[in-house]
């Protein structure tokens, strides 16, 4: 089975540097929609079973527009556990306030999750969001009878969590990769019960130099 996981395309906070969370949200940047579109023509020659999308505006705007934009019929299911990590009172807040405030939690955030204290922002750990997205994973390759191909499509730090994850990475080396970039790539095999990368942040069909705003 085939798994492409996507990143949602760029909003208004993400070009503000401000966090998002599960409870967050903000428009989709024209310039994302360009994007969204040369993502359905990579996809153009896979054969996409079905697609998955967090219920947050953000991702599902993503997915259906990827869904148009690939001119097929593909059936859109929306699952909760998808959503975006809960970041509690860091939503709606720059990343630079954040830095000055908090220097030990955010970059534990983004560097050494072992060490995150979700209880001091209110939030979630990055083990919760591992169960859960891992589960909403697990359950879809059920669904669809651990063949063919799906796409999925969620956010930043849920999606580095969820494929390491399933990679089986331990916590305390979820970022060893990287972030992930909005409308990225990154495509897994299942098989045998077992999970194997075949792309990491796959951008290269975007034909555009990154900004520091566009990865987590």
């Not at 085939?2 to 409870?23: A, D, I, M, P, S």
């Not at 505006?57 to 001119?71: G, N, S, V």
């Not at 990154?186 to 705003?213: A, F, I, M, P």
């Amino acid at each position: 089975m085939e798994l492409y996981f996507v990143r949602h395309g760029k909003t208004q906070w993400n070009l503000e540097g401000k966090y998002q969370g599960g409870h967050g949200d903000s428009p989709l940047l024209s310039e994302s929609l360009h994007d969204i579109g040369l993502l359905a023509k990579r996809l153009e020659n896979v054969e996409i079973d079905h697609m998955y999308s967090s219920p947050l505006p953000r991702a599902r705007t993503t997915a259906e527009t990827l869904i148009k934009d690939l001119h097929r019929d593909i059936d859109l299911s929306i699952v909760g556990d998808l959503r975006e990590f809960d970041l509690g009172i860091m939503e709606g807040r720059k990343f630079s306030e954040l830095e000055r405030e908090m220097p030990e939690v955010i970059y534990a955030f983004r560097h050494q999750p072992k060490d995150y204290d979700y209880d001091l922002i209110r939030g979630e750990s990055f083990e919760e969001v591992a169960k859960r997205t891992t589960n909403a994973v697990q359950r879809i390759v059920e669904a669809n009878h651990e063949k063919g191909s799906v796409v999925i499509v969620s956010h930043g730090a849920a999606l580095v969590t969820m494929i390491q994850s399933l990679l089986g990475t331990k916590v305390d080396e979820i970022r060893k990769d990287g972030g992930l970039s909005n409308t990225s790539l990154t495509h897994l095999q299942y098989k045998d019960g077992q999970y194997k990368l075949v792309e990491w942040n796959e951008t290269g069909y975007l034909h555009k130099k990154l900004e520091s705003s566009d990865t987590i």
